[in-house]
């Protein structure tokens, strides 16, 4: 069961214009959240991340916006730059508890 | 500051044979995963252990994987009899654990399996 859903296999922007990454999630006892990078033959890094408690945060040119109540997040990516493209993970999981759910992943290129 | 360490990076071994990947977590963190990444399931948990006990294991494909971690420092995941279906990119990943607050995992760079 796929509880956590990135619907954009691939995405391509422009150098110095917005990404913008989606990802729904089904289950209701999700409250924290995160976003990895993962280069090829690397593994996923870690990248930013946001409690059920916020509806965004803020890290340099990446920020997360949480909306509950559509359960939907999205990461945003300003400027991008062409050492953003990677393959970024969307993941999930309840309160108190290691069992995180990971989307399928979003290609992003940025070009130059 | 050594992340988490994976070896072999990539193994190649013919259908039959025992395959034993090895794994060193974040030194200081108690949570450590064990995921398999396939084209099909893309990136799916397998087993996790905290303090060095596997805590949840309904993951792992079936008896002939088994995973442990004898010491903070170390954790193993084997497969015996491998087979072909079993190729894929197995990751291992540590974590501080959730009373210290919401805490990321960290991944290692994996190892490519190949079964032949």
């Known amino acids: 069961d796929q509880q956590v859903k990135q619907n954009s296999p691939s995405l391509s922007v422009q150098e110095g214009r917005i990404s913008i990454l989606n990802c729904d999630y089904t289950n209701s006892m999700f409250d924290y959240f995160l976003w990895y990078k993962k280069y090829p033959a690397e593994g996923p890094t870690f990248l930013i991340s946001?409690?059920?408690?916020?509806d965004k945060n803020e890290d340099g040119r990446f920020t997360v916006f949480l909306n509950k109540s559509a359960k939907h997040l999205s990461l945003h990516i300003v400027p991008s730059q062409p050492g953003d493209s990677a393959v970024y993970f969307c993941a999930a999981r309840g309160k108190n508890n290691n069992d995180m759910r990971f989307g399928a992943g979003t290609r992003l290129t940025v070009k130059p | 500051d050594a992340g988490v360490i994976q070896s072999p990076r990539h193994e190649v071994t013919e259908m039959g044979q025992e395959v034993t990947l090895r794994c060193k977590p974040i030194s200081g963190h108690d949570y450590l995963f064990w995921y398999r990444q396939t084209m099909m399931r893309g990136l799916e948990l397998l087993i996790y252990f905290n303090n060095n006990v596997p805590i949840d294991d309904s993951g792992m494909p079936e008896d002939r994987f088994s995973a442990k971690m004898p010491n903070a420092s170390f954790s193993t995941l084997k497969i015996q009899p491998s087979e072909p279906r079993d190729s894929a990119v197995y990751f291992c990943?540590?974590?501080?654990?959730?009373?210290?607050?919401?805490?990321?995992?960290?991944f290692g760079d994996g190892t490519r399996l190949s079964i032949l």
């Open positions: 990943a540590s974590s501080l654990g959730t009373g210290r607050g919401n805490q990321p995992q960290h």
């Open positions: 946001i409690s059920s408690i916020k």
